[in-house]
């Protein structure tokens, strides 16, 4: 595996793999990798020729300093696992380089997918992730790129910026993967000790209960009694939605196939945030 710091340089590397006929699949990240990312490099490996992982953490998407200040980082041990789990070139690009100066800033109409959930306690949040996608994109030129759904929205904002913008790249989307108890792996778990990780399971039971109910309530009732359980947990409940798998709209008393419940939540200090398909596709 290659570590590579400039533009220029990533470029240069794939563009030569390009000319040999080579398919380039990329996973973007913002380090402090977990077992979650690694299933998406192995994924990208099984899918492309070339497998290519950013590592930056990206500070136009932080509204909050302390968020961004307090964001796990772990280089070292993040170029490891990228190398063992077969990745072949690791870009760990400065500030410098994905925002040079007189850089043109990208309009994209995300329609009202950036207003919601993330983008109500978050403002600004999509944004900057479709300014750092956009760019690792226009940087890589991937076949394919590879995001996990425990950022639901997040994979929804970039498929729309990728048909908005009609970019040539097909947007592939992983289950989001779960310790044995139920937790959604995140880089922010990091943060969280062993009791508050105890804690965080009323995440996953609080949506698994939400999906056994979709099958006897409306979407109404089965938010409402959905909100309840997680209170008897001692979590602080951000918002809690049941929404329309690509409009990211309430479902308030329909249900539509690939019905999904997001929940953010603050674990002490740590932000949470994960979702489950109620509904079959
Ligand atoms: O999901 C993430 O880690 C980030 O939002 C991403 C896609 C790497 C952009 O910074």
Not at 122 to 138: A, C, T, Y
Request: net charge negative.
């Amino acid at each position: 595996m290659e570590i590579i710091n400039t533009v220029k340089e990533l470029k240069q590397a794939l563009s030569s793999l390009r000319k040999k006929g080579k398919s380039v699949g990329f996973v973007p990240t913002m380090g402090a990798l977990h077992q979650g990312h690694m299933d998406l490099v192995n994924r990208a490996n099984t899918e492309c020729d070339v497998v290519v992982a950013s590592v930056f953490v990206n500070p136009t998407q932080f509204n909050n300093p302390s968020d961004l200040k307090l964001y796990p980082r772990t280089p070292e041990a993040d170029g490891e696992l990228l190398k063992k789990f077969g990745c072949d070139f690791a870009f760990f690009p400065s500030v410098e380089e994905i925002y040079p100066e007189n850089r043109i800033v990208p309009q994209v109409d995300l329609g009202n997918l950036d207003q919601v959930m993330e983008g109500e306690f978050r403002p600004g949040h999509f944004n900057g992730v479709v300014q750092v996608v956009l760019r690792l994109f226009q940087i890589v030129e991937p076949d394919k790129a590879f995001f996990g759904l425990k950022d639901f929205q997040q994979v929804a904002v970039v498929k729309r910026m990728v048909s908005e913008l009609k970019l040539p790249v097909q947007v592939v989307s992983c289950e989001t993967l779960r310790t044995e108890k139920g937790l959604a792996m995140s880089s922010r778990n990091k943060r969280l000790s062993e009791e508050q990780k105890e804690e965080a399971l009323i995440i996953f039971r609080t949506l698994s209960k939400a999906k056994e109910d979709a099958s006897r309530f409306s979407s109404a009732e089965t938010l409402q009694r959905a909100k309840a359980f997680f209170k008897t947990g001692n979590l602080q409940l951000e918002y809690l939605h049941i929404v329309h798998p690509e409009t990211l709209q309430d479902l308030t008393d329909n249900w539509v196939p690939g019905a999904t419940m997001c929940i953010a939540c603050f674990c002490g200090e740590v932000r949470l945030i994960d979702n489950l398909t109620l509904i079959p596709y």
